[in-house]
């Protein structure tokens, strides 16, 4: 049997124990699964599939093969269904053709660079102040591009506020504040403003826009509509550091979002199920183009 093979057998083991409720609790996957069961979410089908990109024999003894892990998850949400999808980078470890242990590959959730200084602001009194935001091609931007990279863009290691900026321009947002990386919200192929790629600038930059795109506060997730932004600061010691777009609402009107670094599809909003949650977790929600 090939090493692939092998690594698949092993998950297809891991889910029926993860049906039989016998998985370690500390795995993504079943914090995932457990978090939908509390919101009274039934999973019903469950599947994953490990596709390598690197493979390292440091000895005969040994293999080490970086893989993708696919996940999709079928949900019943109370007479709806709908389809969440997840991908994250794990590292499993053979010896003499067994495996002997696998784990995620963990990233930062901090974005890089972090910006130096604050966001210049100026006098836009005299400018236009509002644009026409397609939300629909937003939405659609986010669902083409949720788990691959546009080259038209830079990709970064900590890629998920980069990945919302685009999904922002599709839906028809304007440009400006270059060539200031502290100034406005920007792209180009050799630079770009810290408001475009990193989290912690995008909600302060949001908060404060009067020209091109900007974001209007609302208090809860139910509020926000297809292709409106949430920001995150897992650790609520106001550094933000995450950031998804809104692309469908559950049955109960809660956000479903997509996002990058930790690629998600249709995931809940509040980010329970992730590594990265704290008990003092905190949430910006921005009604984008009002």
């Not at 599939?49 to 080490?64: A, C, H, K, M």
Request: glycine share 6%.
């Amino acid at each position: 049997m090939s090493f692939v093979k092998k690594l698949n057998s092993y998950w297809q083991s891991q889910i029926e124990q993860v049906k039989l409720n016998r998985m370690d609790e500390e795995s993504w996957i079943s914090r995932k699964v457990t978090k939908h069961e509390e919101r009274g979410n039934h999973v019903a089908r469950l599947m994953a599939e490990g596709v390598p990109f690197r493979t390292v024999q440091p000895s005969g003894q040994y293999l080490i093969m970086d893989y993708t892990l696919y996940v999709t998850l079928f949900i019943k949400n109370g007479k709806e269904f709908y389809i969440e999808e997840a991908e994250k980078p794990h590292r499993a470890t053979f010896k003499n053709g067994t495996l002997i242990s696998d784990a995620p590959i963990e990233s930062s959730v901090h974005d890089e660079p972090r910006q130096n200084g604050s966001l210049e602001w100026e006098d836009v009194s005299s400018l236009e102040t509002r644009f026409t935001y397609d939300r629909q091609k937003a939405v659609q931007y986010a669902n083409r591009w949720w788990n691959d990279y546009n080259p038209a863009f830079r990709t970064f290691e900590n890629d998920c506020t980069n990945f919302i900026s685009q999904c922002l321009r599709a839906g028809g947002a304007p440009m400006w504040g270059s060539p200031s990386r502290s100034k406005g919200w920007w792209y180009t192929a050799k630079t770009w403003s810290y408001s475009w790629t990193v989290a912690n600038a995008m909600r302060w930059y949001l908060s404060g826009a009067k020209q091109g795109v900007k974001g209007k506060s609302v208090e809860r997730a139910s509020d926000l509509l297809l292709g409106d932004i949430i920001c995150y600061d897992f650790e609520g010691d106001g550094r933000w550091n995450h950031t998804t777009i809104v692309v469908a609402k559950d049955a109960n009107d809660e956000p479903l979002v997509n996002a990058h670094t930790s690629n998600s599809y249709h995931r809940f909003w509040n980010y329970e199920d992730s590594t990265a949650y704290t008990p003092q977790i905190q949430y910006k929600f921005f009604r984008i183009g009002e």
